[in-house]
Structure formats: C-alpha cells, structure tokens
C-alpha cells in the first residue's frame, strides 16, 4: 500500500525540542521530492520545509529558519524534521507530503504549551 505516516508529535514545553517522522511505504521515497506541512487551529495550512529527490537541496519557511532541520535517511525510508527552540506558535497538526504525485500523511499533532 502506497502511504506515508508520520509519527513524533506530542505535547512539549516552549524551547523545547521534537522529531517527526515520515515512513514512506509501497514507494521508494528518495525518489521524490518530499515536504513538511502544518495546518493550525482556525488556519490555513502552510509550507513549513522540503527536501529535493536530486541533490538534497532544502527549504525551509522563515517562520521556522534556523530552528527546525529536514533530512532524509535512505535506507530507513523516511524523512525527519528535527524541530528545535519550539514556539507556541508551532502547535499544528504536521503533515507530510510527497509533491509530485500528490500523496498526504494523515498527520501527527503538535502542542506547544507551558
């Protein structure tokens, strides 16, 4: 079955840390181009980061820059985004996504809260 399920959300304090996890199955994951989103409360669902297939080139949102990390393990299958100095504003629900052809997770939830 071609799916990808993401994993390592919880509930966490402001400055702390989290990785999410996306298990890809039924297809080789490094093929392919493969992003993070996250949708808040009441929001739309935004671009957070990506990672290409060809050379391991990334993105990331200003809004998480030079806090949070996408990488990608080849031989796990699975993409990761270490998520550092976490904000209130972070708590979403994660997705991740491969970009072409569409495929969803069904997302992992992150609270950031005091």
């Known amino acids: 079955q071609v799916q990808l399920v993401e994993s390592g959300g919880g509930l966490v304090q402001p400055g702390g840390s989290l990785r999410l996890s996306c298990a890809a199955s039924?297809?080789?994951?490094?093929?392919?181009?493969i992003g993070w989103f996250r949708q808040a409360p009441g929001k739309e669902r935004e671009g957070v980061s990506c990672i290409s297939s060809s050379d391991g080139s990334t993105y990331y949102a200003d809004s998480v820059k030079g806090r949070f990390t996408i990488s990608r393990d080849n031989a796990k299958n699975t993409v990761y985004l270490q998520m550092n100095s976490l904000k209130l504003e972070d708590t979403a629900i994660y997705y991740c996504n491969r970009r072409v052809p569409s495929l969803w997770g069904r997302g992992t939830q992150v609270t950031v809260s005091s």
């Open positions: 039924g297809f080789t994951l490094d093929y392919y181009a």
